[in-house]
């Protein structure tokens, strides 16, 4: 009779085992959607990391008046280029306020498509049945405004490029305010960087584009 019982617990026990870890996880990882204009000042961190930049007929832009940090280790996915009234803009983070990429060697701050399982999980849920490629997404555009500070320390680009580089830096007012330093700039469709405008960027690499 014990032993019977024993063993009805025990089957119970696997059961209930089982159900947990059928139920309990997802293929895709946790995310931070992000399909608007910044209104005010945020800072993205590992507790909400990856963020996902969506595109289309939605522009993510950072304006003049605000400012975006983004901690250590965090990685911002990028949807892929979709269709919107006539023609496929380019997935882009737009820049005209200040941005602060604090990244570190040991933890940089990536900027990814949404494909690239490698860091931040599945975020797509889709396993391997999509991979990163060159031009998955557009770009991280650089228009700041006059008094707009960008700092961009420790950073990695990949994956992206589709309306030429990964990076891209518009009409820059007062050079001092743009700072680029240990930014690895890789597997752009196009260029790593495109500007019209000089700017200095200081223990850099580029490969792969």
Request: hydrophobic share 40%.
């Amino acid at each position: 009779m014990i032993s019977s019982y024993l063993s009805k617990i025990l089957m119970g026990a696997l059961f209930t085992a089982a159900f947990f870890v059928l139920f309990s996880s997802s293929p895709a990882s946790a995310r931070t959607n992000i399909d608007f204009t910044l209104s005010a000042n945020a800072t993205w961190t590992m507790a909400g990391s990856p963020y996902v930049i969506y595109g289309g007929c939605t522009v993510v832009r950072v304006p003049s008046n605000v400012t975006l940090t983004i901690d250590p280790g965090v990685v911002v996915k990028f949807m892929p280029n979709v269709w919107c009234f006539g023609g496929v803009p380019p997935t882009i983070l737009s820049i005209n306020g200040n941005l602060s990429v604090n990244g570190t060697e040991d933890n940089p701050v990536i900027f990814t498509s949404i494909r690239d399982d490698s860091v931040g999980g599945d975020t797509n849920g889709d396993a391997t049945s999509t991979l990163p490629k060159p031009g998955d997404w557009g770009a991280v555009e650089l228009y700041p405004a006059s008094a707009s500070v960008v700092s961009i320390k420790h950073a990695k680009f990949r994956y992206g490029g589709s309306n030429t580089s990964e990076l891209r830096l518009g009409k820059v007012y007062n050079q001092t305010n743009i700072t680029l330093q240990n930014l690895e700039l890789s597997h752009s469709n196009l260029f790593g960087i495109y500007t019209t405008m000089p700017f200095t960027i200081t223990n850099s690499k580029f490969h792969d584009n």
